[in-house]
């Protein structure tokens, strides 16, 4: 072959040198050009093309990812005996939904917004394979999701796609490489050195220096898993920020790095710089559920001894009936068996024998008496070397001292050793720890071994169970140690885990620590995620934590993380301060008492809500006032009938309105004056109205009189509407009347639906000023008249909705299994607003009025009222006592709804700022207030405008304090299913 | 392989391929992946020995054996060609 700068013949060579002998060829000049160019992997090795050219198998290359396939082809198959039992990844792997989290399009510094939700790529879900699809991602990945999700289960399974079909069926480079890296390993190493010294560490020294040359070369695929493993939360700061400088101008050199984490374990300073696509690993959902359970199954069957073909599809069958049926229709439940860990620890205890568990703490322990009961030795033909209860007993301790030293997959067998023999020398000092050690790996595979020589337990949710389980064994020992480290990320789990232990030994002394402490203040959430994970809440320490505090703030927390809770101590106690000057336990308590005293009523004498009281001469008067009333949604009992209807007003009301008009006073009849007083001896509230033309007299001192409604100078709204605040005031009466349009939730007028409990409050009808000044689209503000309507006091929440799915079998939300937002009291988020749609359509079958979307003119009007407000509660800027916003988008979540009650709006309405968007009916238009502008019109609606495109309102627990304004608005596609949208229903009066 | 390779070329496939450019061990590297690609099989890269021989790659197709060398001179005349096959050929058989 002859270099082309001899630009010859080559024929006419070839003839010259050697004749007509076939036996001899010339390459050169032009020829060689056309023929390396038919290559253009030669071409892309030898010169450079750009990305035109593919490169060439580099044997070395070849060598490591042969290496790989093998080493991590293998995942453990928990419960299927020791740690040497592997099944290949993709035997297992149940293709996991990940989803791409478009980030929220709002300055959350400045609340400007930056563009929209829609040009994101939207919330859908992603193909694992496609995450380096360069239309969707030209960066790095990072990949959230709950313990237990599959994060790793993941990236194995991009190692393995990568080694065994090729980078390219990853969109990669033919020649790229992956490489895996568990982060935990950069706990203590050497942040100095660059990233290839600690990828090389992870290989067989073979591959070192390839790893180098890869690491100059680029072209690689950075598998790094588990940043969350990295206990200390400094640590992990100086992690991230190592990444980003090792991770820096790599578009050159082509290195992709994919980073699994935690939700809990990211956000606040922890954060990644650089371009990371974002990721969510979504829980199992119904049919992967089904699929999972089904391949676990199959594999376990040949692995059991005296299983027979078929036996294992029974099982399987059975416990997938199971899981759809009723007894697991729970959306809590839901979200266990969603965590492949979780179900497969399922599919364990359920071949077991066992019952099937329905708490996290459950799960975890019956699923480690399984790995350590001799059944699952059977297999293999070993005698359990140590009983269960021994063995539970030296495992807690080892749990929680790798725990307490931030350590997961790296102790050393001497380490190991040194405190098995420790532990057996009390339990069991005939065993050998050499023997127990290699039980524990071989055959529970309860250890496993991650490098050579280097342990940890097979999963981190076990660790942390049995941390949290070695703290209740002690007794009180230890939780002072638990108090300190409560709201460090790396102790998140074993704290929940704890409060989810059954029995009260460790509860109250654990509670009464906390509360003594900051906790409450500083990391109320955490403290709201443990109650609910509790099995019982005991309300002593809260009681001792109240009365031990004057600290109004540190009362209030204590109060909203009791809502919903009416035991009589707690009540009393909260009665105190429903006059409090501090504004957020004013609210809390006045709540408290509401809630509390509304649900001790029901069924008590309160078939209607007022009675009214008038002279035969005011009857016109009279007539306009219950109209009004009941057109405010109130029940009236309205009579002129004094004697003759004592009995029935006594039955029927707790509160009497005695209308005093312009002529004859009620009382000056003796009859009359004695039918007052025996209803106000009989503990009925009674309230002087002042009718139109009459004036203020003086009251007899016979009668407690709540202040009087002075409507002298006629029916006007604000005193029908004080009127009606304290019909349905449900404690001490005349607080209610100090004040306009007071924020306290106690004044409003309820309609409760009665298949979901749902709650809505009346909105009067009005005028007002739609619109703001701050955006473009908000301008200009107008006039717009709005008709009387009932409105959501919350958004829907996930119990509600549960049940419109349980009738109706309409798909499940996107965040329906998402432990963080699985709360029933959350509201439901990942509805699109069609589902919206399908919710209010079922609502309506089970109401006289019509459920629907409201519009946006609607909605702003509930959360502005007649005042012109810039929030629901007013003008003071928001804060954290009215709305939940602000809240970091990578690890934190929506609040429960009803916690925040010093933020409702002007008629009643919760949470109507902040924690989720809010779906309009309208379709979005940007101009529409310049359309409609001077016109004011009547309940106006957009229909037409961008098509595809709907308005939310309210912003979202992420966002920041400017778009809690109420007149901020947002567009989004109708079939969003975003984590931070919800809907509020409108519950259209059926003769408004 | 191991990395020796220089520092690639910018070239336009338009244009011939300015192979003079090339250190002489990717000259040779280049050679070796050629033949792979064009089809022979256990083509080997023989390195300096096999260079002093005149065969810097050799392979097999179809049962016959093959041997390459490379060569990037200035000029290049038919004796300069009949040289080096002369050379080749008088090589015991192996």
């Given amino acids: ?992 | 392989m191991t990395s020796t390779s220089s520092k690639p070329v910018v070239i336009s496939t338009r244009r011939p391929l300015p192979l003079s450019q090339l250190a002489p061990d990717d000259f040779e590297r280049l050679t070796y992946w050629l033949v792979r690609r064009e089809g022979f099989d256990g083509v080997e890269h023989l390195g300096a020995a096999g260079s002093e021989q005149g065969r810097d790659v050799i392979a097999t197709r179809d049962g016959l054996r093959y041997a390459f060398q490379c060569k990037r001179v200035q000029s290049f005349t038919a004796a300069d060609a009949r040289a080096e096959i002369t050379r080749v050929r008088g090589l015991p058989e192996d």
């Avoid at chain 1, 704290?495 to 460790?506: K, T, Y």
Wanted: charged fraction near 25%; charge should be negative; proline fraction near 6%.
């Fill in chain 1, 1 to 992: 072959m002859i270099s082309k700068t001899v630009r010859t013949d080559t024929r006419k060579l070839a003839r010259q040198a050697w004749g007509n002998d076939e036996s001899c060829r010339f390459w050169c000049g032009s020829e060689l050009d056309e023929r390396i160019k038919r290559h253009p992997e030669v071409l892309a090795e030898f010169f450079d093309l750009g990305s035109q050219g593919k490169a060439l198998p580099d044997p070395e290359i070849e060598a490591y990812r042969a290496w790989a396939s093998q080493r991590y082809r293998g995942l453990h198959l928990i419960g299927l005996g020791g740690g040497d039992v592997k099944v290949r990844v993709d035997e297992v792997y149940v293709p996991l939904r990940i989803s791409h989290r478009p980030e929220l399009d709002f300055d959350l510094r400045t609340g400007k917004r930056r563009g929209d939700l829609a040009r994101s790529a939207g919330s859908g879900d992603i193909e694992l394979e496609k995450i380096f699809d360069p239309e969707l991602n030209d960066g790095h990945a990072l990949i959230f999701g709950d313990p237990g999700a599959g994060k790793t289960t993941a990236l194995l399974k991009l190692l393995n796609q990568a080694c065994t079909e090729g980078p390219e069926s990853l969109r990669l480079a033919e020649d790229a490489v992956a490489l895996f890296l568990p982060l935990r390993r950069l706990a203590n190493a050497d942040l100095d050195a660059p990233l290839d010294v600690h990828l090389r560490q992870q290989l067989p020294e073979r591959f070192g220096a390839l790893v180098t040359r890869l690491w100059q070369r680029g072209r690689l695929v950075l598998l790094l898993d588990g940043l969350d493993e990295i206990g200390d939360d400094q640590r992990r700061q100086e992690v991230c920020a190592y990444l980003d400088f090792q991770l820096a101008g790599d578009e050159r050199r082509g290195i992709r790095a994919v980073i699994s984490c935690r939700y809990a374990g990211y956000g606040g300073s922890v954060k990644l710089a650089g371009r990371f696509l974002h990721l969510d690993v979504q829980p199992l959902d119904a049919q992967q559920v089904r699929e999972l359970v089904q391949l676990w199954f199959r594999k376990v069957q040949p692995l059991i001894a005296d299983y027979r073909e078929g036996d294992a599809r029974r099982p399987a069958e059975a416990l997938i009936a199971a899981l759809e049926g009723v007894g697991y229709s729970s959306q809590q439940l839901k979200v266990l068996v969603s965590s492949p860990l979780l179900l497969t620890l399922l599919c364990v205890v359920v071949l077991r024998g066992g019952e099937m568990p329905r708490h996290r703490v459950t799960f975890y322990d019956q699923c480690l008496r399984v790995l350590l009961s001799k059944w699952s030795q059977a297999t293999k033909g070993i005698e359990p070397l140590l009983d269960v209860e021994t063995a539970l007993a030296v495992l807690r301790p080892l749990a929680w001292r790798l725990h307490i030293e931030g350590r997961r997959d790296d102790v050393s067998k001497a380490y190991l050793l040194t405190h098995l023999r420790q532990r057996l020398r009390h339990l069991a000092p005939q065993t050998s720890p050499f023997r127990v050690l290699e039980w524990l790996h071989r055959a529970t595979g309860v250890i496993d071994e991650y490098a050579p020589l280097r342990y940890g337990f097979m999963h981190l949710g076990l660790q942390e169970y049995l941390a949290a389980a070695h703290v209740a064994s002690r007794g009180e020992g230890l939780l002072d140690q638990l108090v300190e480290r409560f709201g460090e990320r790396w102790w998140r789990e074993v704290i929940l885990l704890l409060l989810g232990l059954p029995g009260q030994a460790i509860f109250t002394p654990f509670l009464q620590r906390l509360l003594a402490s900051d906790a409450p203040l500083a990391h109320p959430e955490l403290l709201r995620a443990g109650l609910s994970e509790a099995p019982e809440v005991v309300l002593g320490p809260f009681l001792e934590a109240l009365d031990q505090t004057s600290d109004p703030a540190r009362q209030a927390a204590i109060l909203r993380m009791l809502r919903g809770r009416c035991d009589d101590p707690l009540i009393a106690r909260a009665r105190e301060w429903v006059d409090s000057d501090h504004p957020d336990l004013k609210a809390l308590a006045r709540q408290a008492v509401a809630e509390c005293s509304g649900a001790a009523s029901r069924g008590d004498r309160t078939s209607h809500d007022l009675a009214m009281l008038y002279l035969p001469g005011d009857a016109a008067a009279a007539a306009e006032l219950t109209a009004r009333l009941e057109r405010q949604g109130l029940r009236l009992l309205s009579t002129s009938g004094w004697e003759a209807d004592l009995e029935t007003i006594i039955e029927s009301v707790q509160r009497v309105a005695v209308l005093v008009g312009a002529g004859e006073l009620p009382w000056e009849h003796r009859a009359r004056r004695e039918c007052l007083e025996y209803l106000a001896g009989d503990g009925l509230q009674l309230i002087p109205v002042g009718l139109p033309g009459g004036e203020l007299p003086t009251l007899p001192s016979t009668v407690a009189w709540a202040p009087w409604v002075d409507a002298s100078a006629g029916l006007e709204t604000e005193a029908v509407a004080t009127l009606g605040r304290w019909a349905l005031e449900p404690s001490s009466g005349a607080a209610a009347l100090t004040g306009q349009a007071d924020t306290a939730a106690e004044h409003r007028k309820l309609l409760v639906e009665p298949r979901t409990g749902m709650r809505f409050v009346w909105v009067p009808g009005g005028r007002f000023r739609m619109g703001g000044t701050r955006h473009d689209d908000e301008k200009p503000q107008h006039w717009i008249r709005i008709s009387p309507f009932w409105l959501g006091e919350t958004p829907v929440t996930n119990a509600e909705y549960a049940a419109f799915l349980e009738q109706t079998r309409h798909p499940e939300p996107a965040q329906w299994r998402n432990r963080d937002f699985a709360h029933p009291e959350q509201p439901v988020v990942g509805a699109s607003w069609h589902d919206a749609k399908a919710f209010c359509a079922w609502l309506s079958e089970s109401m006289q009025e019509t459920a629907r979307l409201p519009s946006e003119a609607q909605w702003e009007f509930a959360a502005r009222g007649v005042d012109d407000r810039e929030y629901p509660w007013g003008n003071e800027p928001p804060d954290e006592s009215r709305a939940c916003f602000g809240l970091d988008w990578e690890s934190d979540h929506t609040a429960r709804v009803r916690m925040r009650p010093a933020g409702a709006g002007p008629f009643g309405t919760l949470d109507q700022a902040g924690n989720v968007w809010e779906w309009c009916q309208d379709v979005w238009d940007e101009a529409a207030y310049r359309k409609r502008a001077g016109r004011e019109p009547l309940d106006p609606l957009v229909t037409e405008g961008e098509a595809g495109f709907r308005v939310l309102r309210g912003g979202g627990w992420d966002g920041s304090a400017g778009i809690l304004r109420a007149a901020c608005r947002l567009r989004s596609l109708a079939a969003d299913r975003g984590r931070y949208i919800g809907f509020r229903v409108l519950a259209a009066p059926s003769s408004p």
